[in-house]
Nanobody, 124 residues
Framework: QVHLVESGGGSVEAGGSLTLSCAAS????????MGWFRQVPRKQRGFVAA????????YYADSVRGRFTVSRDNAKNTLFLHMNSLKPEDTAMYYC?????????????????WGQGTQVTVSS
């Protein structure tokens, strides 16, 4: 089982930027699929971005495309989410997810490993 630890969350004003990190450990190698999801209270967890180990494919939710960029450092088993032009509606708990082998896609049910989450709060 892959162990994931997120960091980098915080509070920022609208229009600002944050970068989230997700460090993976416990696997024999870097997870092939890694992604970001987010959740607000009383709402279902939603897809944000996902990337395969070699960068192809990479997918983004429509709501973040053009503002967020996902990247990986496979040598360090770390996934990043660079968030720019943040909006109050981006406020959520952000979770990192991973699947050791194969492309997991956009469904959270395809990811067996999850981090504990990091809170992002964007004020207007």
């Amino acid at each position: 089982q892959v162990h994931l630890v997120e960091s980098g969350g915080g509070s920022v004003e609208a229009g600002g930027s944050l970068t989230l990190s997700c460090a993976a450990s416990g696997g024999a190698s870097s997870p092939e699929s890694m992604g970001w999801f987010r959740q607000v209270p009383r709402k279902q967890r939603g897809f944000v971005a996902a990337q395969y180990i070699d960068g192809d494919p990479t997918y983004y939710a429509d709501s973040v495309r053009g503002r967020f960029t996902v990247s990986r450092d496979n040598a360090k088993n770390t996934l990043f989410l660079h968030m720019n032009s943040l909006k109050p509606e981006d406020t959520a708990m952000y979770y990192c997810a991973a699947r050791a082998r194969g492309w997991a896609g956009l469904k959270d049910s395809n990811y067996p490993s999850w981090g504990q989450g990091t809170q992002v709060t964007v004020s207007s």
